[in-house]
């Protein structure tokens, strides 16, 4: 994982290196620093590359690549499948000689097909003056843009906001991560305007290409001075269509009849009546897919102490249903004297209010034991996802007892929380600024950073994740029907409406989550890995039946994400199993910190709105 960025300048003048300021690039990538000034004497042309590496592959391989041809290569990436990568060798590497040997168009977008993983990237193609650059297919990895009001800064890109980014960039946006991107610099220099083209990805309907964001870059609306050339079916998605097949709910044999409160017998007698060989599949396609992402990592050796190995793999931990597969799995294949963290954040409650809900509304929450100190004692942290996670981790703890199971119990004040938002938070959510983005983007910030306390022979002592690797279970709600929306859609227009939503919700997810959760966690000198986005996992769901995947007229907590509730099962899990969903703001209680009567949708102030709302610029830069 890297922080990378370029800056084109379209002008015959001196050119100035514009980001001066690389401390949020930096965090990301602290294992290598470097800077690149290309200038093109004939067309009047500078780019200015930037690259910081955080080193997890092969042998460390600083950024930028040059080669003796003048093509230059900035990665941030992870190559799990297409493209052949030795276990000793470096995935940068790999992929700017794959690049650099294609002699065409077609040889490009056919490499960029192939790869599977998370990545973004920059390419200078020196001979054709043309940049290339892009994001996955789904967006995994984060690359914003943003075009300058003059020909000096024409256009920006980064993996994250600096400071000092701000004052020639008026307005940055993620780039879409509908397909690549091809920038014409000789010819953009010569009229002094940004002309790119767009290659789009072959299988993406309409629907999907807008929810990726593509009606951000029509000329019409002018968000940005670039006048774009659409390519269709120039790139090969890397995923199976989803299968929009409905069922016919009269050739089903009805559900048994359930109790009001779910339980785990509930879904084993469900289990007997559905397709167990799909559900086998699901596993074995998922635990490859966790494989691929846990293993050959440069290991973490504990020079300090006498203790015994560090851990290589954290999970973003709530005890929930993700969670849980992602740790089994993980525990699956990693060598059994591997420790792995349990990552879970808790924002502090205010104690009047808390109190008084106990009071109000005692249940097994609130007359849940914390080793023998009971809830009339008020422990401010005692939030939601951390008694699932407390109770998750014992689950663990019992599938597998000779594994260490670090539960890292990261307790956040309102102050702490306020100033790390202010140093660090708001400017690696941005361009998002909504109340939703602030929460989760805080949320995930503080869960991925790894500090905090763990219990040792029955005494906390402070603790801080040593793992480069963050695994997060983002994608099972967005492909298995977890969120309440999909509920209200299946109760309001049934099949079809659930598929019609389904349909879109992987092309969102890039602008939604994915870009935001990646700088968010890429803070710490850490990388996002996401199991439930595996190019291989995707197609397996997508190719079956929406029926063998989630069953809707079923309660919360069993009928969401059923595939993969009968997965836990089958893999040893427990009452983890029939956990309904809860989201991170909430289970976390970051959403009740604040106190304020905020729609998730609202522009958050706390986000520094005025970034965001400045004005948009001319299409063109001559006089």
Sequence with gaps: MCGICCTVSL???????????????????????????????????????????????????????????????????????????????????????????????????????????????????KEKHNLWFGRDFFGRRSLLWGFGDNPEVALCLASALESSSLTDVKQWHEVPASGIFKFNLSTSAELKSIHLTHFLWMSATEEEQLEKGQSFLTVENQKYPAKITYEEGMLIAPITPLNKKIPELLSKSNPPALSNSVSLEDLKMLMSELHRENTESFIKVLSAAVKKRVSCLPKVTNLLTSKGKLANVAILFSGGIDSMMLAALADRNLPAEEPIDLLNVAFMMRHNANVKKLQKKPGPVSQHQDDGVAHKDFNPFDVPDRITGRLGWKELKSLNPGRIWNFVEIDVTHNELEQMRELHISQLVQPLNTVLDDSIGCAIWFASRGIGMLKCNGEKKPYTSTSKVVLTGIGADEQLAGYSRHRLKFIREGYKGLLDELSIELGRISSRNLGRDDRVIGDHGKEARFPFLDEDVVSFLNSLPLWDKTDLSLPRGLGEKLILRMAAVMIGLGSSSVLPKRAIQFGSRIAKMENRNEKASDKCSRLQPDIAQRHTFKANFSP
Aim: proline letters at 4%; charged letters at 20%; one cysteine or more.
């Design 11 to 125: 002008t015959a003048e001196i050119f100035k290196p514009y980001f001066l300021d690389y401390t949020n690039l930096q965090r990301r990538g602290p294992d290598s620093s470097h800077q690149l000034l290309e200038t093109d004497c004939t067309y009047k042309y500078s780019c200015f590359f930037s690259g910081h590496v955080l080193h997890l592959r092969g042998q460390l391989t600083p950024q930028p690549l040059k080669d003796r041809n003048g093509n230059i290569f900035l990665w941030n990436g992870e190559v799990f499948g297409g493209v052949e990568v030795q276990d000793t060798s470096n995935d940068t590497r790999v992929m700017f000689e794959h690049i650099t040997s294609c002699d065409s168009e077609h040889d490009i977008l056919s490499l960029i097909s192939k790869v599977q993983g998370p990545w973004a990237f920059i390419y200078y193609q």
